[in-house]
Structures are given as structure tokens and as C-alpha cells.
């Protein structure tokens, strides 16, 4: 290598004087650390100072091909087209997802548990067939959605929740929601977390108290949540003793 170029391009790999065996050889596989140091010097100093690439001018005249599709999407097969009206809905009901504040509490009450549930109507009346509208029966705890909630955000809706949760019935709606959330709470818990989760599962326990029905399904939601906030959280005065 040029002493010029030496000085620009520092060797990474210097091989003072080694004791390398007379009968070296680098065109044959390195025996020690030295050799492998020495033969990677030798080649090093073989490479040329400067390369040219060599290019085939003719390839450089062609005009490259790139396909570029004008249409629009292919139509739904016939008889699965979506009417107007089920497209607006759908729109509707994602422009919902993107609405509520961490501080809207009625906002996101109405999210999670939907209409339905909210407003405490049996039934909501629909002639036409829209698919699901998650306004009315609420939205379920996607990962999508809770994925995207930091942990303000997750312990105002789990306040809200567990405000509404105070004077109303427990509901599927509400049971999914209170676990999602719970899984997105970090350890170790903030003390307003610590406090609403120890009301949550206190909640639980009077309404599992007052279950007159022994709605096998419904207590053992209330059971899950008071195992997981007893247990999973450490708040073992709160556990259920084994049977």
C-alpha cells in the first residue's frame, strides 16, 4: 500500500514482527492467530488503490418499466356489494373509535358499554341489517384500541368504569373492558391505580353478594376480578380463601 494512502486508511489489523514458522505459507489456511493476521495483510496489500467499476453503457439508454394501475378496486361479487348506507355506518362507528379524551368519562362510558347498556334500554330497534353497530352494543377491547391507551389514559377509563360500575348491574360489556384495561396496567402501581382496583374487587364482592340468581357465568366474571386484583396485584386482604 502506498504510504500516502497508509496514513488515510490506518491499519485496522497491525502485525508487528511474529514468529511465524519458516516454511509459512499463505496460500494455505492459517494455523495460529498470527498467520490468520499475516495473511490478511498480505491481501489487504494486494487490493488496488483505486477501482473502476465497469458499466455497459447501452444499459443505461433503456427507459425503466414501472406498471402503474389507473383503475379503481374490483367490485364485490354480485349480490355482496355493501349498500350506501352500511358504508356510512361503518364510517360512523370507526370515526367513534377516534373520539373519546382520556377526560371524557361519558364519552368513553358510552364507547365501552355502547348504548344499550348505557342508557339501560332492552332493546334497540334496527330494520335493516348494518352488520354490528358498536355505538349501540359498544366497542369491544381490541388490542388495536387498548394498545394505543398510555397508562393515564387506561386508569381514567377504569375510573369512569368503575364509578358506573358503583350503582349499575355487571354486565359482559363491562367484564371485558375491566379486564383488558386491568391487563394494561402496569407494576408497579401507581396509588391512584392501587386505590381503584381495591374498589374494583370490593364492588365485585357486594354484587356477587346480591346475585339472587347465582348466575353461574356472571359469578364467576365477579370471581376472576377479584382473583386478579387480590392476587395477580397483591392485595390479599382481599383474596377469596381457597374451598
Known amino acids: 500500500m502506498e504510504p500516502g494512502l497508509e496514513e488515510l486508511m490506518p491499519r485496522l489489523l497491525p502485525v508487528g514482527d511474529c514468529d511465524l514458522a519458516e516454511d509459512f505459507d499463505p496460500t494455505v489456511p492459517p494455523r495460529t492467530p498470527q498467520e490468520y493476521l499475516k495473511r490478511v495483510q498480505i491481501e489487504a496489500a494486494r487490493c488496488p488503490a483505486v477501482v473502476v467499476a465497469q458499466i455497459d453503457p447501452r444499459k443505461l439508454k433503456k427507459k425503466p418499466t414501472v406498471n402503474i394501475s389507473i383503475s379503481g378496486c374490483q367490485p364485490a361479487p354480485e349480490g355482496y356489494s355493501p349498500t350506501l348506507k352500511w358504508q356510512q355506518q361503518q364510517v360512523a362507528n370507526f370515526s367513534a373509535v377516534r ?145
Request: hydrophobic fraction near 35%; charge should be negative; proline fraction near 5%.
Open 99 to 243: 373520539q373519546p379524551k382520556s377526560e371524557d368519562e361519558e364519552g368513553w362510558k358510552k364507547f365501552c358499554l355502547g348504548e344499550r347498556v348505557y342508557s339501560e334500554i332492552d332493546a334497540l330497534s334496527d330494520n335493516e341489517n348494518l352488520g354490528i353497530d358498536y355505538t349501540k352494543v359498544g366497542f369491544p377491547p381490541l388490542l388495536s384500541i387498548v394498545s394505543r391507551m398510555n397508562q393515564a389514559t387506561v386508569t381514567s377509563v377504569l375510573e369512569y368504569l368503575i364509578s358506573w360500575f358503583g350503582e349499575k348491574k355487571f354486565t359482559p360489556e363491562l367484564g371485558r373492558w375491566l379486564y383488558a384495561l386491568l391487563a394494561c396496567l402496569e407494576k408497579p402501581l401507581l396509588p391512584e391505580a392501587h386505590s381503584l382496583i381495591r374498589q374494583l374487587a370490593r364492588r365485585c364482592s357486594e354484587v356477587r353478594a346480591l346475585e339472587e340468581s347465582k348466575n353461574e357465568e356472571q359469578i364467576s366474571a365477579l370471581n376472576l376480578i377479584i382473583c386478579l386484583v387480590s392476587r395477580y396485584f397483591n392485595q390479599r386482604d382481599l383474596a377469596d380463601e381457597p374451598s
